[in-house]
């Protein structure tokens, strides 16, 4: 059989559970809960099952998007949602209109090692990632758990091609 050319290198990036802005925006949260004050029409507050990620691109340009690599430990599921803000909370609050559809599913089964996920979606998003590299050095996720996951049950990162 003959070869498809040579293969282009390949760049794995994680995301990374940014700590400081999670324990940021569940401060946010808490903070209004003492005050008895409702939050900024269209904000989007964290929840319990939330957590923010980060993405670094270490590189920007020329950035083809190969695939998702996310594995769960154990069964569950996690959404990843991308914002489109490059946002500070100190300085600025999440707002619903700053997260981007459509998010990538992932999901594991009971009695399965392999990953599920909403295949069209992750690919549709995972393409729009290719694009905002360009334009950003970090990019930041809320990624939802669900069905009995956490933090420490997941492994996410994102497979580019170099061209």
Do not use: C, H
Request: net charge negative; proline share 5%; charged share 30%.
């Amino acid at each position: 059989m003959a070869e498809d050319g040579p293969k282009q290198p390949q760049l794995t990036m994680p995301l990374v559970l940014d700590e400081d802005l999670t324990k940021q925006m569940r401060l946010r949260v808490e903070s209004l809960k003492q005050r008895g004050e409702k939050r900024q029409d269209g904000e989007k507050l964290l929840r319990p099952a939330e957590s923010v990620y980060r993405l670094d691109f270490v590189q920007q340009q020329r950035l083809q998007f190969e695939r998702w690599d996310v594995v769960l430990d154990k069964p569950g599921k996690v959404t990843i949602t991308g914002t489109s803000q490059n946002w500070t909370p100190d300085l600025t609050n999440l707002m619903t209109r700053q997260l981007l559809d459509p998010a990538a599913i992932f999901w594991r089964k009971e009695d399965s090692d392999a990953m599920d996920w909403n295949e069209a979606d992750a690919l549709e998003f995972g393409e729009r990632l290719s694009e905002l590299a360009k334009i950003r050095k970090v990019m930041y996720f809320l990624i939802t758990f669900g069905e009995g996951v956490e933090p420490a049950n997941l492994k996410a990162s994102v497979v580019f091609n170099q061209l």
